[in-house]
């Protein structure tokens, strides 16, 4: 019986080093990263249902894709106020962004919480914010990381992707 255990031990330490040891492959084997830069004009919501907490404000933007506009790339989501009256003077809303780049198997999804001035449809002009990619689609299939997005004022927004997407061989 000892001996049973003890060889039992021995394997388990053996197999144990041999996975140590193993040659691994480093991320970057299997992931590539891409930044994707989006501008679309100045936003206004095309619908605003409640107020005050549970408000939703939905809008649909045409944008350009790294400079280039093309039919197709649009930008659709929502905005729901989730706190009031927060110590700045400022509301915490929710986001669900879908960014389509062209055909709508490509798409971006964003999520997250920024705060916005309380009067305000969007983010005040000037404001960045940083929100996290949820998934993507077709040609961003299984991606991650996040969007800086900011509000250039009467020139419209930028939104900047920091991408991590598997390699699919």
């Known amino acids: 019986m000892r001996k049973a255990i003890r060889a039992l031990a021995l394997s388990s330490l053996l197999g144990a080093i041999a996975l ?3 040659p691994t492959a480093s991320a970057s084997e299997f992931e590539r990263t891409e930044t994707v830069r989006v501008y679309h004009e100045a936003v206004q919501p095309t619908a605003t249902s409640g107020t005050g907490i549970g408000a939703v404000r939905t809008f649909f933007i045409p ?5 280039v506009p093309a039919d197709g790339q649009y930008l659709a989501g929502t905005l729901t106020t989730l706190v009031e009256l927060l110590p700045n003077g400022q509301q915490l809303r929710a986001s ?8 709508e198997a490509d798409q971006l ?3 997250g919480v920024s705060q916005y001035p309380v009067a305000g ?4 002009p000037g404001q960045k914010t940083t ?5 993507g689609s077709g040609k961003y299939a299984n991606a991650s990381g ?5 509000n250039l004022g009467a020139d419209g927004w930028t939104h900047v992707f920091r991408l991590t997407m598997p390699i699919v061989s």
């Open 121 to 124: 449809a969007t983010l005040a």
């Open 63 to 67: 944008m350009a894709v790294d400079g």
């Open 131 to 135: 929100r996290p990619v949820l998934g």
């Open 109 to 111: 999804v964003v999520g």
């Open 20 to 22: 140590v040891s193993l």
């Open 146 to 150: 996040d969007v800086v997005s900011t």
């Open 96 to 103: 669900n962004l879908v960014f389509v780049f062209g055909a």
